[in-house]
Every structure is written in structure tokens, then in C-alpha cells.
């Protein structure tokens, strides 16, 4: 193995950078509405539940394969498995993953930065609730806008890749996320000093035994897949900061305090969210168009409108790039790992693929609105998200969980000894037969949901 692998300069570094790519989207866009649709705090108990009996574990096993093979996922299994196995295999499925993840997360990360520069321009000042939305229509349907705000979002993220790792990629992650978590703070306090706030909050931190009698299984669903697909597993996303850290502390408190940073975003989002829209009379369950078109009718009712919603697509801005640069170092190893490349040419030589890949997503509400690959109304965005959500981040959950459980593969005895090397909390032994046979049951169960529920709806 290198000697002179790169290391990150700090724990807290390492904390906020796997915080940076597991907090993303799935935070603070989808986890309010899927909430507000599910029954409120109801459903965020049952969320938490799910996150520490699934995502936990497997947060713990990808880590530990990063830090035992000192690669990122494009090679790490050629390291750790037994001779003569193809656990290897499996590294076009993860690197496949992050290409098809930042497909369509450089698109939406383009939308965030227009967001933020309509709303510092002034420019849903005084617009009703159609106008907003027509606005964000004809933001989705322009062609050139989508592609060049998707391009600026690859450069910047890419850009700072090319910094380095420390100089680049750690730095501006650490900025970027106490940033956000000072604009949360500063935003929620607002929410909480709107009139008719307290209902909102009611909702969603008062459970209401009613819902889960009446709407239980929609709420495991929702509470499993969310808590499932939060943490970003499954695709060597979290296993290449693994390989940049040393063995001083055990990864099982690594993986707690990451998890924590996780949903503690997620649940600040929703003290925003929810007072604002119970202060406005909003419905909470209004759907993925909560954050785009209904909120910036909140900000355009509220003294300072326009720095409010301006601090809060910043924040948004700043949850969408933390997860871009967090996947795009990813995708700069796998060059580096691979063919040995420089970190100048592999940050080089993916620009020009992530961008050439992203043009279907960036053109897929306008030039080639016309191709609706689930269904009607659905476009290539679905797609590819349907694709990475529901089958890759499961498929390969499951992979890292059989590869760090059986004989055939890393081995447990090999699995708990790397993930408790050093300091702090470590993973249970007591855990062994849950996650050799009980985990990867569950897993295979939302891996079908998803398709249940595509058929069903």
C-alpha cells in the first residue's frame, strides 16, 4: 500500500466532511415535505428509529473499508477481498453510482444558485402564488440557463477539488458547513417568532398516536427510506473519507457523531419550515415543491422577505454544494486510484465527463421534455434518481454488509477489529447476527419497496 496517502488535517475535518457529503438534499429539501406528508413527529420518531438500526451499521462497515484498504471504493475491494473472489466487481456499480448521483445533483445544485440570485435581485417581490411557480417552471424549461447554471455548479465543485484536499476540499467544507448551521439557527429563531408559529411546531414535535393507527404502514415506508437514503451509503461515498483518516479513534463514534450532524440538520430544517408555513397557512404536505414554490410566497409575506429567503437559499446552496464536493473528491480518486492519475488530470479529465453526462438532466424539462421514462410526467431526473435511490444505494448496502459479514468476503473478525481500533464508542459484537442476517433482510425489503410503490402509484 501508498505511504503517502493523502490525510485530512483534523477529526473535525473528517466529521464535517462526511457530515458535508451526507447532508445534502435529502435533508433539507425532501426530509420536511416527506414529514409533512407522513403525520409530523410521528413520523420523525420512527425516522430516527430506522436511522440508527440501518444506517448506522452500514455507515460504520463503508468506513471501515475505507480506512482498512487505504483506497477509495475503486480499488478497496481488490485490497481486502479473499484471493481468487470478485468482491471487486462491484466497483463499476459504486463508481457508477456517483457518476449518475451527480447527473442530475449538479442540475439541482444549479437551481439552488439561481434561487439564491432571483431572490437577491428581488425578483419574487410582490408575485402570487402562480407567478412563483411559473417562475420556477420557466427556470426548469430554459435550455441555456439550466445548462450554464449546471456547468458553473461542476466548476465550483470541481474547482475546489483541484485545491487539494486539505487546502480544498476540507477548508471550504468546513467553512461552508458552519455556515449553514449559523444560518439554520438564525432562520429557525425567525420561524419561531412569526405569529401562529406554535402550531406548526406542535405538529411536528407533538406525536399524534392517531396517524400511526391510521396511516402506519405509509409511515414505516417513508420513515425506512428516508432514513435509508440520508446518509448517502451504499456507493463509496462515505468509504473514501474513511481512507483519509488515521486509527486513533474507534469509527462506530465517528459514525454516531456523523449521524447526528445529519439529522440534526434535518431537523432544524423543519423548525423552519413548519412554523413558517402553519404562521402562512401553507399545507406541509404540499410536496417536492415545498422549498421552490411555496416557501418563497412565505418570504414574500415577511418583513425582510428578501433577506430571509435569501439566507435561506444560501443555505440551501451551501447543503447542495457540501454534498457535489464531497462526491466529486470521491470521483477524483477513482483516476487517482485507478490509472495513477494526478489529482490535476483526474479533476481535469471528469469535468469534461460530468458535464457531457449531466446535459440530459440539465436539458430533460425542455429539449427533451418529451422523453418520460417512468411514466407520463415524469422526466430524466426521475430516472436517474430512481435509479441511484432505489437500486444502487441498496445493492450496494448490501454488498458492503455480506463483504464485512462473511467468511466468503472481509470477514467479520476482520470488519470489528478495523472499526474498533481506537478511542471511543465501539461497535457491538453482540450486533454480529443482526447485521449478518437480519440487516441485509431489511435492506432487501426497501430495495423492493421501491418498486412497489413505483407500480402502485
Same mark, same amino acid.
Given at each position: 500500500m501508498e505511504q503517502n496517502r493523502e490525510r485530512l488535517s483534523s477529526r473535525l475535518g473528517f466529521i464535517l466532511l462526511s457530515a458535508g457529503c451526507a447532508v445534502g438534499l435529502g435533508n433539507v429539501w425532501r426530509f420536511p415535505y416527506v414529514t409533512g406528508q407522513n403525520g409530523g413527529a410521528i413520523f420523525v420518531l420512527v425516522y430516527l428509529f430506522?436511522?440508527?438500526?440501518?444506517?448506522?451499521?452500514?455507515?460504520? #462497515?463503508?468506513?471501515?473499508?475505507?480506512?482498512?484498504? *487505504?483506497?477509495?471504493?475503486?480499488?478497496?475491494?481488490?485490497?481486502?477481498?479473499?484471493?481468487?473472489?470478485?468482491?471487486?466487481?462491484?466497483?463499476?456499480?459504486?463508481?457508477?453510482?456517483?457518476?449518475?448521483?451527480?447527473?442530475?445533483?449538479?442540475?439541482?445544485?444549479?437551481?439552488?444558485?439561481?434561487?439564491?440570485?432571483?431572490?437577491?435581485?428581488?425578483?419574487?417581490?410582490?408575485?402570487?402564488?402562480? *407567478?412563483?411557480?411559473?417562475?420556477?417552471?420557466?427556470? *426548469?424549461?430554459?435550455?441555456?440557463?439550466?445548462?450554464?447554471?449546471?456547468?458553473?455548479?461542476?466548476?465550483?465543485?470541481?474547482?475546489?477539488? #483541484?485545491?487539494?484536499?486539505?487546502?480544498?476540499?476540507?477548508?471550504?467544507?468546513?467553512?461552508?458547513?458552519?455556515?449553514?448551521?449559523?444560518?439554520?439557527?438564525?432562520?429557525?429563531?425567525?420561524?419561531?417568532?412569526l405569529p401562529g408559529a406554535m402550531e406548526g411546531l406542535q405538529f411536528y414535535l407533538w406525536p399524534d398516536l392517531n396517524q400511526i393507527q391510521d396511516n402506519w404502514w405509509n409511515i414505516v415506508g417513508a420513515a425506512m427510506g428516508q432514513a435509508f437514503f440520508t446518509l448517502s451509503i451504499g456507493i463509496g461515498s462515505m468509504a473514501i473519507f474513511g481512507s483519509y483518516i488515521g486509527k486513533s479513534r474507534s469509527l462506530m463514534g465517528e459514525a454516531c457523531n456523523i449521524t447526528l450532524l445529519d439529522t440534526l440538520v434535518a431537523l432544524v430544517a423543519g423548525l423552519i419550515i413548519f412554523p413558517a408555513c402553519s404562521s402562512f397557512g401553507v399545507d406541509v404536505g404540499s410536496g417536492p415543491k415545498l422549498v421552490f414554490v411555496t416557501l418563497?410566497?412565505?418570504?414574500?409575506?415577511?418583513?425582510?422577505?428578501?433577506?430571509?429567503?435569501?439566507?435561506?437559499?444560501?443555505? #440551501?446552496?451551501?447543503?447542495?454544494?457540501t454534498t457535489i464536493i464531497a462526491v466529486f473528491e470521491n470521483i477524483v480518486s477513482f483516476g487517482m486510484d485507478l490509472f495513477h492519475w494526478s489529482r490535476k488530470k483526474s479533476v481535469t479529465i471528469n469535468i469534461v465527463v460530468v458535464i457531457l453526462l449531466s446535459l440530459p438532466c440539465a436539458l430533460g424539462f425542455s429539449l427533451l421534455s418529451g422523453f418520460q421514462p417512468l411514466g407520463a410526467g415524469t422526466s430524466i431526473l426521475d430516472l436517474e434518481d430512481f435509479i441511484v435511490s432505489n437500486n444502487l444505494l441498496p445493492i450496494g448496502s448490501l454488498i458492503f454488509l455480506l463483504f464485512c459479514t462473511r467468511k466468503s468476503g472481509w470477514g467479520w473478525e476482520n470488519f470489528i477489529e478495523e472499526a474498533n481500533q481506537g478511542k471511543?464508542?465501539?461497535?457491538?459484537?453482540?450486533?454480529?447476527?443482526?447485521?449478518?442476517?437480519?440487516?441485509?433482510?431489511?435492506?432487501?425489503?426497501?430495495?423492493?419497496?421501491?418498486?412497489? *410503490?413505483?407500480?402502485?402509484a
Open positions: 430506522f436511522l440508527a438500526i440501518f444506517g448506522l451499521p452500514i455507515m460504520v #462497515m463503508e468506513f471501515s473499508v475505507g480506512r482498512a484498504s *487505504q483506497r477509495s471504493v475503486a480499488t478497496a475491494f481488490n485490497e481486502l477481498e479473499p484471493k481468487g473472489t470478485k468482491w471487486h466487481w462491484f466497483r463499476y456499480v459504486a463508481m457508477g453510482g456517483n457518476f449518475i448521483l451527480m447527473m442530475f445533483y449538479t442540475t439541482i445544485g444549479g437551481w439552488m444558485l439561481q434561487y439564491l440570485i432571483k431572490i437577491i435581485g428581488g425578483e419574487f417581490e410582490g408575485a402570487n402564488t402562480q *407567478q412563483v411557480e411559473t417562475v420556477f417552471s420557466q427556470m *426548469q424549461q430554459e435550455p441555456v440557463g439550466s445548462v450554464f447554471w449546471m456547468v458553473v455548479t461542476t466548476l465550483l465543485g470541481f474547482g475546489i477539488c #483541484m485545491l487539494g484536499l486539505r487546502k480544498g476540499v476540507e477548508k471550504i467544507t468546513k467553512i461552508m458547513m458552519s455556515s449553514l448551521f449559523v444560518i439554520m439557527l438564525v432562520l429557525a429563531v425567525r420561524s419561531f417568532t418563497p410566497n412565505i418570504f414574500n409575506s415577511m418583513a425582510g422577505g428578501r433577506i430571509w429567503g435569501a439566507l435561506f437559499f444560501l443555505f #440551501m446552496t451551501f447543503a447542495a454544494l471511543g464508542w465501539k461497535f457491538p459484537k453482540w450486533a454480529r447476527f443482526y447485521v449478518t442476517w437480519i440487516l441485509p433482510i431489511l435492506v432487501i425489503f426497501i430495495f423492493l419497496q421501491g418498486y412497489i *410503490q413505483m407500480i402502485l
